[in-house]
């Protein structure tokens, strides 16, 4: 069991944001509001399912500080390497070790 416990190295704040792209969202509709055909307004269900895409980055969900890998430019975008990240700064508790 982990225990998240971010602290937001810009402004402080405690939680974080994955952002994808490429994503399909697929969401079942309530009902359907037409007063007017051009500006027919769906009410969504909460049934919201969504498939595909890629992780873009991590961020701050305050002030959307973006989390990079120790020495490098890019945006972190994989779960494993956010792991490490954290870990390294003691923002998650764990039961694993981390492989040298
Ligand atoms: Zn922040």
Redesign the pocket.
Same mark, same amino acid.
């Given at each position: 069991m982990s225990d998240l416990k971010f602290k937001?190295p810009? #402004?402080?704040?405690h939680r974080l944001t994955e952002v994808m792209a490429n994503v399909t969202v697929s969401t079942e509709l309530e009902n359907l509001y037409i007063n007017d055909p051009m500006v027919a307004e769906p009410e969504y269900g909460d049934n919201e399912r969504h498939g595909g895409g890629y992780i873009l980055r991590f961020q #701050?969900s305050?002030?959307?500080?973006v989390f990079r890998k120790d020495g490098e430019n890019n945006p972190i975008t994989s779960y494993a390497d956010l792991a490490i990240w954290l870990k390294k700064r003691k923002m998650v508790t764990d039961d694993w070790e981390e492989a040298e």
């Open positions: 937001c810009n #402004c402080g704040y #701050c305050n002030c959307k500080w």
